[in-house]
């Protein structure tokens, strides 16, 4: 069964991406992974507020600085995995170690000098960098455009300053995502990872107080994913990656009728090990032999949008279908 597909430009011998997560923190396990069917690995995310709060350590005053990681409300420069200095360091480690791609991940959303890392981490060999634009409006000032027109200019920063190519992690929280997806792909993302996972706090009554809580992911949240890989793969050239929900072989057969190139898996594999993902893999391996395909690309997009004339009626006819029918 042959299970490569192109990702970014980027051949990978299988759909399976690990996800940015602990588990590339590892090199002897980052192997392990890739022997058990990783197309690619992604490190854990550097982040825009970090890189500030490691120079503001080495050289206070810096400017602009103090407002992007006030550290009243950041971890310390000690409570991050890697220093940027470190990070380097490992993703040189992985790329001596893995046959597979590695892309390093940058997670901030407005321009500035931490975009610089998108070079360094192509001089120390990365395969792609993937960009997470992972931001919450709380400013009612703050207008959609002028906050999208910031993560543009960021994307178009990192995007000028490096060769290699350019997925961008998004959330799905966006008036018109396609208009947006069009929008980064004119600034040069060469792909679209749907979704970043939204971190809520626990509301803790008795002691009057926020819980942050991470709690993996399940099938249950694919829909959303499937929804709009399906609307946004016959609008884009950009490569697709969905992320968020993915556990059995079937879960990525819907990603890839959908519309996606690959799929990021993280928490599958926190759970089970490398052998939560061979698992998935042969789940994957089994559904294509059952109905005769020989790669993921003869079905790929078979239950997109693209056959639909009017994608928008379609949505709104099949929401009141749903509403008109049920019955108790």
Known sequence: MNLTTTFLGLKLNSPLIVGASPLADDVAMARELQEAGAGAIVMRSLFEEQIYLDQISRE????GAADAADPEY????????????QYLRHLAALKAALKIPVIASLNGCRPGGWTDYARRFEAEG???IELNLYQISTDPARSGGAIEAEMLEAVCQVKSSIRIPLAVKLQPFYTSLPFFARELERAGADGLVLFNRFYQAEFAADAEHLEPQLRLSDSSELLLRLRWAAILSPETRCSLALTGGFHRGADVVKAILAGAHAVQIVSAVLKGGPLGLDAIRDGLTQWMRNRGYSTPGEFRGAMNLESC???GSFERGSYQRLLQNWRP
Request: proline residues 18%; without cysteine; glycine residues 10%.
């Open 60 to 63: 206070p005053g810096v400017e």
């Open 74 to 85: 950041f971890p310390a420069v000690s409570g991050y995995h890697f220093s940027p200095d």
């Open 126 to 128: 990365a395969d792609a």
């Open 309 to 311: 004339p009017d994608a």
